[in-house]
DNA sequence: TTTAAAATCATACTTTCGGGTGAAGTGGGG
DNA sequence: CCCCACTTCACCCGAAAGTATGATTTTAAA
């Protein structure tokens, strides 16, 4: 960013000089106000938009890191009607997890995972859990 | 985009008119011509900063939107050791079909698909289909 | 308070997955 | 030609996942 403005700095000082030397030399009594203006317009407009663009890359870098914040979508899980521990037991397989492992942190027994996994399964016409996480995914039902 | 050349088109129209307006009838005698350059440099400067950033918004949005066009990791994929054969494997694990499925799809037999599978879980470091899926797509093996 | 939805658990049964082992055919490189 | 990696397949077994059905308890809403 310094680095960005240095360089910025010493472009139009370096121009300025150019311009100035050109200036009293040879070209104000040959060529008209305007064409050289226009130069000048020009010249600096490219410098403008070089350094408009070093300025933004950055900020394209930052959205392409920190792209898709993820925002639950409350509508397709109310159309789809799938309850709060429904979509906990999704996350959790979407984590890799066992039905096992899933009881265990929900502090349930097997057989009720089992009964949400099935109901789950149900409401997203999907017939295996992978798909369930799939089919999750697409709707943002989870990250 | 050819709004914004137009509307570039006359804001440098308008700079020049209104900057030779000013040139021949009162300042150009009292400011040294420095300063004059040096204030057509500023604002064509930010013309091209304002103008530069507007070609680039449309980039930005693009890349939000086109995100990730997929680009295989094969680095990744030798240094696992993952065959051609055991790579389709998991491609087809991640579309959530079950094994008999994708043995029916490559034309083979339920065991040669739960083999090429195991060998996978192996390389990948995993217990189950659905921590093969998540990890491949870590790895950018699978889309 | 009644009622419906959600959450819990169980039992029984089927299917799929995954681990382990062994083996046979194929094709390329030393 | 032989070795090695890859691919193919088989059998067995246990674990996990999924299906079906029924029942009880919580909870939130009417």
Not at 30 to 44: K, M, P, Q, R, T
Not at 46 to 53: D, T
Not at 82 to 107: P, T, W, Y
């Amino acid at each position: 960013m310094r680095k960005t403005i240095l360089l910025y700095g010493l472009a139009i000082a370096i121009l300025i000089i150019v311009l100035k030397t050109i200036e009293y030399r040879y070209l104000l009594r040959d060529l008209s106000v305007e064409i050289y203006i226009g130069s000048i317009a020009l010249i600096f407009t490219a410098v403008g938009i070089w350094g408009g663009m070093r300025l933004t890359q950055r900020k394209k870098i930052i959205i392409k890191e920190a792209a898709a914040p993820f925002v639950l979508n409350q509508q397709e899980l109310e159309r789809l009607g799938i309850s709060k521990r429904e979509h906990e037991v999704l996350e959790l397989m979407a984590q890799g997890f066992s039905n096992q492992e899933i009881a265990d942190k929900l502090f349930v027994s097997l057989n009720t995972i089992k009964t949400h996994s099935a109901n789950l399964f149900v409401k997203l016409e999907v017939k295996r859990r992978t798909q369930a996480v799939q089919r999750g995914k697409e709707l943002h039902l989870i990250p």
